[in-house]
């Protein structure tokens, strides 16, 4: 977890914040958190224990109560599955901490804070990933899916509405462009070709959920890498975080958007594209721990979907960024003026490799269906 030292205004304001959740005497150390688009996040450390305070962006999430609502009951239903199989609760879930008043949010001045504990002996694996550890990934996405596979996806409220609604996001897409608000189109031609001409594509699986020929099911919706735990020390993989976006989904949405960032050869910003490739050999580890996880729960036309989760989730982010940027970079944090448009043109590299190589990652996914001894009418071909 990469972290940065504090500003002074930061601080002061932290303060009165870690005031309402421990004695500040006790407080060892305290610094902010780089990661992560949406909310502002601190690291805190006491000397037993660490911990995670964050600012809730109200921006993106309008109602911090119910969003920790939904929090409260999918990590209750994790933490008694983990404990049914045997595992380490505290090292198997996200755990809310509440403040010392028993709340779960705290408000004050109009912002909206909540606070975890930090798993210790943890840590993500965005930048030393290797195959084996992204097998883990794999896992924990897969026991994720499948240990919510029979929570009542209804009593979770949508905390973004159409979050992974890709015919949705690209009508308000479309929009931005034609408003062109901030006078930015003109710089970014043909990214905006590039996503026009993939609109066919937009509805393959929506269509399909709301035909129903794959399962609404309970899904986390940020599956990336920096959102998974694993062991310091063994690698293994521990839990999934960030549980904002957890809301009534597909797991072809968890499957695609861990692959997005996990499979790539560079950080999502990089902007020399030379550097940024797919990686088949981290598509094959990812899948094979995913699968393994969800084997009993996956449906054949979810199985035929995994390759159209990987581009469609690819190419909504590029198209999210493209859509921040021209819309005056309102949604996603940035450090630099073109920060939005340098993700997308990324992820738009992305998306080129993932067609040119449909044929080598179908094959890759077969080949690990047939390695894990799926049934034979579950194979691909
Ligand atoms: C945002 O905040 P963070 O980094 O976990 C975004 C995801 C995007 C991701 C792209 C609520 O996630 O949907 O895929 O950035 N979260 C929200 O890196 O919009
Ligand atoms: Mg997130």
Redesign the pocket.
Known sequence: METRELEPSEETQLDFIINEYFEPSKVTSKKRVS?????KTYFIQLEGCSYILQKINTH?FPNPDRLMKNIEKVTDHIRMKAIYFGKNPERSVLSIIKSKDGHCVTKRNNQYWRCFRFIDKAKTCTSEKTKETFEEVGRVVGEFQSYLCEFHAADLEDT?EHFHDTPHRYEHFKDVVRKDEFQRKDTCLEEIEFINNHQHIYNLITDKLDKGLIPLRVTH??T?L??VMVDEETGKGLCLI?F??VMKGSLLYDYG?ALR?GASTAA?DEKDLSKVHIDLEMIESFSRGFLKEVKSIITKDEIEGLYNGYLIETIE?AMRFLDDYLDGDRY?DIQYSNHNLIRSRNQIKLVKEIEAKEQEIKTIINNVLIELDFKKEFLLW
């Open positions: 990661s992560g688009h949406i909310n993106v973004i919706n940020d990336k920096s959102n960030d904002d976006t958007d960032l999502e982010v996603f």
